[in-house]
């Protein structure tokens, strides 16, 4: 089993920033890919960002593209995402997500852990 925990949302005006965190833990969370999604009211969950632990490889939505950041941080068992430039199509509930499978994690049927997500809204 693996755990996540996601914190850091918020309301930001558009042009802003946030950074969202995501505390993994369990016996195997190191084996999986860690990802970000998103969804907002009325559409799917779609992928944002992905990275592995090691932190070498990293993937990227193109709509977020030179925008938001991912990060890693092992010694506290935390990802990140730095979301910059914020804009209002950018409001959602962002989903942390781990794959034990699939690279890039883009796929949101072959997750196999969510948490439970954190509401990001950029005000126009």
């Known amino acids: 089993q693996v755990q996540l925990v996601e914190s850091g949302g918020g309301l930001v005006q558009a042009g802003g920033s946030l950074r969202l965190s995501c505390a993994a833990s369990g016996r195997t969370f190191r084996r999986y890919a860690m990802g970000w999604f998103r969804q907002a009211p009325g559409k799917e969950r779609e992928f944002v960002a992905a990275m592995r632990w090691s932190g070498i490889n990293t993937a990227y939505a193109d709509s977020v593209k030179g925008r938001f950041t991912m990060s890693i941080d092992n010694a506290k068992n935390t990802v990140y995402l730095q979301m910059n430039s914020l804009k209002p199509e950018d409001t959602a509930v962002y989903y942390c997500?781990?794959?034990?499978?699939?690279?890039?994690?883009?796929?949101?049927?072959?997750?196999?852990?969510w948490g439970k997500g954190t509401q990001v809204t950029a005000s126009s």
């Open positions: 997500a781990a794959d034990l499978s699939s690279w890039p994690p883009a796929d949101r049927k072959r997750i196999d852990y």
